[in-house]
């Protein structure tokens, strides 16, 4: 069975860090790009962002949100992925999940260009930021 | 960055009916465009993707349609099991933005 589950989630004062883990199962991890996704309370998706596949140089992208303060890193050989948030903020408040990202691919006349979607995601851990 | 809206934001209809969700993209996004339902209390679930591709085990009364700003996510006969909260996303560059959702519930 496919699966995705989050842990590290807790209550941390405002200008901390925390760290979340992602720990996959049941597909071959390094295979794909991972997310994560964040929802306020009573509130929408908001995307966070993602790490490619070691193929595509394991490269990162973030939300604007936390570029600077998130970092997203993966360890194959333990099939995790994890989050990093340094300098808190009340407003980063949330459940977050993490999900696995197969890509659409198209061909270019210049190359393959590859689309990242969301198909599986993880039950969430949830992050209090306050004092 | 591009945004994404939905209309409407929230509907109510009766079991059976057809019900329209559009998203629209603030500028082209091709058909790099998913559908997730979220059911109250519980994990998004991804539905359709490249703006039309059924996910595997979602059932046949979703379906998806639209290219470059306009798409729309239909379930041709609502039943009580889609009371849920979708939303779009679009991916065809980063950030991959959601939109805000529109929230459907059974009258």
């Known amino acids: 069975e496919v699966q995705l589950v989050e842990s590290g989630g807790g209550l941390v004062q405002p200008g901390r860090s925390l760290r979340l883990s992602c720990t996959a199962s049941g597909f071959t991890f390094g295979d794909y790009a991972m997310s994560w996704v964040r929802q306020a309370p009573g509130q929408g998706l908001e995307w966070v962002g993602f790490i490619r596949s070691k193929v595509f140089g394991g490269a990162t992208e973030y939300a604007a949100s936390v570029k600077g303060r998130f970092t997203i890193s993966r360890d194959d050989s333990k099939s995790v992925a994890y989050l990093q948030m340094n300098s808190l903020k009340t407003e980063d408040t949330a459940v977050y999940y993490c999900?696995?990202?197969?890509?659409?691919?198209?061909?270019?006349?210049?190359?393959?260009?590859?689309?990242?979607?969301?198909?599986?995601w993880g039950q969430g851990t949830t992050v209090t930021v306050s004092s | 960055d591009i945004q994404m809206t939905q209309s409407p934001s929230s509907l109510s209809a009766s079991v059976g009916d057809r019900v329209t969700i559009t998203c629209r993209a603030s500028q082209g996004i091709s058909n790099y465009l998913a559908w997730y339902q979220q059911k109250p209390g519980k994990v998004p679930n991804l539905l359709i993707y490249d703006a039309y591709t059924l996910q595997s085990g979602v059932p046949s009364r979703f379906s998806g349609s639209g290219s470059g700003t306009d798409f729309t996510l239909t379930i041709s006969s609502l039943q009580p099991e889609d009371v849920a909260t979708y939303y779009c996303?679009?991916?065809?560059?980063?950030?991959?933005?959601f939109g805000p959702g529109t929230k459907v519930d059974i009258k």
């Open positions: 999900t696995r990202d197969p890509a659409s691919v198209t061909k270019f006349f210049s190359g393959n260009y590859y689309y990242y979607y969301m198909d599986v």
């Open positions: 996303q679009k991916y065809n560059s980063v950030p991959r933005t």
